[in-house]
């Protein structure tokens, strides 16, 4: 089992609609949880980061963890072509500063 | 511009060079790391420095040094590469204190490297 799992996509919603990307983990000791929006040829720049169970909004985003369920979530509202990327889910490993990252879903917003 | 500058941008280097990557970060931050990204893999942690101490060395190869002489900078020497070692190489750095979640990585552009 990888440790941190995500659908390699493509995932394609229309423009305006909620886009939903998934990702599971395995180390149940893991605190910390962050999405990264990476596009094409550049650096992962940080979307969202969670801690806690629930739910947490910031803007379009909304990241969703259950850590009893080992997953966590993260919708955008209102999708728009510029949200077209790569997006990577990271968890810290172990309770440090170490994250372990997956592999990423391809997020395409279509016109 | 997120606090965190890499070069070169991009290299291009034969097998029996030795070259060096650089980072910089302006953002008062104490943990500095390196990742290699390769096509369809997720990024690979290298390196973890805390407080300029290496914490982490994640089975890397000795043709890949780290070198860490303040909280501020971090290099990355590479010597003797092999070809399948061309990738995206990243930069990162976050701010940790004990007792506190875990801080936010900001990353570098990252340095380009091809390896013939």
């Known amino acids: 089992q990888k440790e941190v799992e995500q659908n390699s996509g493509p995932l394609s919603v229309p423009e305006g609609a909620i886009a939903s990307l998934n990702c599971t983990y395995s180390d149940r000791g893991s605190q910390s949880f962050f999405w990264y929006r990476q596009y094409s040829g550049k650096s992962p720049e940080l979307i969202m980061s969670i801690y806690s169970n629930g739910d947490k909004e910031d803007g379009r985003f909304t990241a969703q963890l259950n850590k009893a369920s080992q997953y966590v979530s993260l919708l955008i509202r209102d999708s728009q072509p510029s949200d077209s990327a790569t997006y990577l889910c990271?968890?810290?490993?172990?309770?440090?500063?170490?994250?372990?990252f997956g592999t990423g879903t391809q997020l395409k917003v279509e016109l | 511009e997120t606090g965190v500058t890499q070069t070169p941008r991009h290299l291009v280097m034969g097998m029996t060079n030795k070259k060096s990557l650089k980072c910089e970060q302006h953002l008062g931050h104490n943990a500095m790391y390196w990742y290699k990204q390769s096509a369809k893999k997720p990024l690979e942690l290298m390196f973890v420095?805390?407080?300029?101490?290496?914490?982490e060395n994640n089975s890397v190869p000795s043709r890949f040094s780290p070198e860490c002489p303040n909280s501020s900078h971090l290099f990355l020497h590479l010597h003797t590469l092999q070809p399948e070692d061309s990738a995206l190489y990243l930069c990162?750095?976050?701010?940790?204190?004990?007792?506190?979640?875990?801080?936010?990585?900001?990353f570098g552009a990252g340095t380009r490297l091809s390896v013939l």
């Open positions: 420095y805390n407080f300029k101490e290496q914490t």
């Open positions: 990162a750095s976050s701010l940790e204190a004990s007792g506190r979640a875990v801080g936010i990585q900001y």
């Open positions: 990271a968890v810290n490993r172990g309770g440090g500063n170490k994250l372990t």
